[in-house]
């Protein structure tokens, strides 16, 4: 469990980091550069970042799952994710929905920082099988 709390912690971060460069993004094109936004932004940033790292729990299982479940996980955990913005989005007023091509730019926002953190978090697992393997591989040897 805490390998799950550090995940979700380092999770947590990079979103929090993403959806920042994402909003200064997005106020840069959709508003202009002398642009003020009031410090509540922040703790909303906060509140969503904490909602979106709870998707982390669609991979807490004590069984394996089948490269279907890992799939359908993976889809249900964007789908969570892109609700909670989207939803936070409209009650916080930071999009303008009835521009299509901001909408577009905040969906595209969601899908580099998730696939982004997935990738990253492949790496990372990567890494440590491959650690893990070599640890008891150079064990095997020395018996």
Request: one cysteine or more; proline letters at 2%.
């Amino acid at each position: 469990m805490k390998w799950f709390i550090l995940d979700c912690l380092r999770v947590f971060a990079l979103i929090f980091l993403g959806t920042s460069i994402c909003a200064a993004l997005y106020i840069t094109i959709f508003h202009s550069w002398d642009t003020a936004v009031s410090i509540v932004i922040v703790w909303e940033f906060l509140l969503v970042s904490f909602l979106a790292t709870l998707g982390n729990f669609f991979y807490l299982s004590k069984k394996e799952p089948s490269p279907l479940g890992l799939i359908l996980r993976r889809i249900f955990h964007f789908i969570y994710i892109d609700g909670i913005v989207l939803l936070f989005g409209y009650l916080f007023s930071w999009f303008d929905f009835q521009n299509p091509l901001a909408i577009l730019f905040i969906e595209g926002g969601i899908l580099f920082i998730f696939f982004a953190i997935c990738f990253g978090e492949y790496l990372l697992g990567k890494a440590e099988a491959e650690k893990l393997n070599s640890q008891l591989e150079k064990q095997r040897k020395e018996e």
